[in-house]
């Protein structure tokens, strides 16, 4: 069955980094634009980033463009996120999913900006 994995989260210091991963299975990974949410206490889900299947095009919400790269390994059935420069609003936790599409949600992977 489709199964989503997240995982790499953690507690990081305000300007510090964090690589995420989701590890997808039970579907055609390359046949699917990719895309990272994540959500705060008492927030709605929001997107984060988007890429295509091939990796050759990305999108960034703008509160994180120039801090978080999106990428995959069509390989691997993985895709990730490497997080820089992490500010505390950054705090929430991050799930993957394909952008269009959507299957079941995985367990997501906490990430927690603080000092």
């Known amino acids: 069955q489709v199964q989503l994995v997240e995982s790499g989260g953690g507690l990081v210091q305000p300007g510090g980094s964090l690589r995420l991963s989701c590890a997808a299975s039970g579907f055609t990974f390359s046949g699917y634009t990719m895309s990272w949410y994540r959500q705060a206490p008492g927030k709605e889900r929001e997107l984060v980033a988007v890429i295509s299947r091939n990796g050759g095009s990305t999108d960034y919400a703008d509160s994180v463009k120039g801090r978080f790269i999106i990428s995959r390994d069509n390989a691997k059935n993985t895709v990730y996120l490497q997080m820089s420069s992490l500010k505390p609003e950054d705090t929430a936790k991050y799930y993957c999913?394909?952008?269009?599409?959507?299957?079941?949600w995985g367990q997501g992977t906490q990430v927690t900006v603080s000092s």
């Open positions: 999913n394909r952008r269009a599409s959507v299957v079941s």
